[in-house]
T-cell receptor, first 110, second 115 residues
Framework: GQQVMQIPQYQHVQEGEDFTTYCNSS?????IQWYKQRPGGHPVFLIQ?????EVKKQKRLTFQFGEAKKNSSLHITATQTTDVGTYFC??????????FGAGTQVVVTP | EAGVAQSPRYKIIEKRQSVAFWCNPI?????LYWYQQILGQGPKLLIQFQNNGVVDDSQLPKDRFSAERLKGVDSTLKIQPAKLEDSAVYLC?????????????FGDGTRLSIL
């Protein structure tokens, strides 16, 4: 099946700083979704990307799908303590099945 | 709308015992998923249902795991007998349709500990 690599595995950020997490695949992806899981919580859907080069923004979060549809990124500006959690990318197939990456665990220092 | 309901929240059993988890998806959602999430990893799909039929169970360890969704609404996942490596959070998710791009809505999960 498709393999998706997420980097970094762990990100320690000072409040107010920006950071980016990346999701890479060796194969072309049909679509990619991003989820956030707070500590002790369950994954919550953030966004879906479908088109080559697509960029979507949600307040301080910017999601991008690569031109070749083999990678995606999530950039967070001016990190806040509410951004703490693990961010997963998930690769979807035509039946709605998702394969999740290992996630990027984000810790924010006030 | 009410979210995905799962029970129990926590379960502790000894190896070789059996355990069952229950899930009630969001009303009207045709597709239901069971995931296993081991600490520090992403959720791994075990089985996908559309209504009461199985769409994908390729990653379900069928020698010990079973799942059903008899009336196409709620679902149960069973492990018999449990092994130490089954310690994980078992997440249920649902989506409206079984097509690409549907957001999945997750329940709070059942945290299973095997002694």
């Amino acid at each position: 099946g498709q393999q998706v690599m997420q980097i970094p595995q762990y990100q320690h950020v000072q409040e107010g700083e920006d950071f980016t997490t990346y999701c890479n695949s060796s194969t072309t992806l049909s679509n990619i979704q991003w989820y956030k899981q707070r500590p002790g919580g369950h994954p919550v859907f953030l966004i879906q990307l479908v088109k080559s080069g697509e960029v979507k923004k949600q307040k301080r979060l910017t999601f991008q799908f690569g031109e070749a549809k083999k990678n995606s990124s999530l950039h967070i500006t001016a990190t806040q303590t509410t951004d703490v959690g693990t961010y997963f990318c998930a690769v979807g197939d035509s039946w709605g099945k998702l394969q999740f990456g290992a996630g990027t665990q984000v810790v924010v220092t006030p | 709308e009410a979210g995905v309901a799962q029970s129990p929240r926590y379960k502790i059993i000894e190896k070789r015992q059996s355990v069952a988890f229950w899930c009630n998806p969001i009303s009207g959602h045709a597709t239901l998923y069971w995931y296993q999430q081991i600490l520090g990893q992403g959720p791994k799909l075990l089985i996908q249902f559309q209504n009461n039929g199985v769409v994908d169970d390729s990653q379900l360890p069928k020698d010990r795991f079973s799942a059903e969704r008899l009336k196409g609404v709620d679902s149960t996942l069973k492990i018999q007998p449990a092994k130490l490596e089954d310690s994980a959070v078992y997440l249920c998710a649902s989506s409206l349709l079984v097509i690409a791009g549907q957001p999945q809505h997750f329940g709070d999960g059942t945290r299973l500990s095997i002694l």
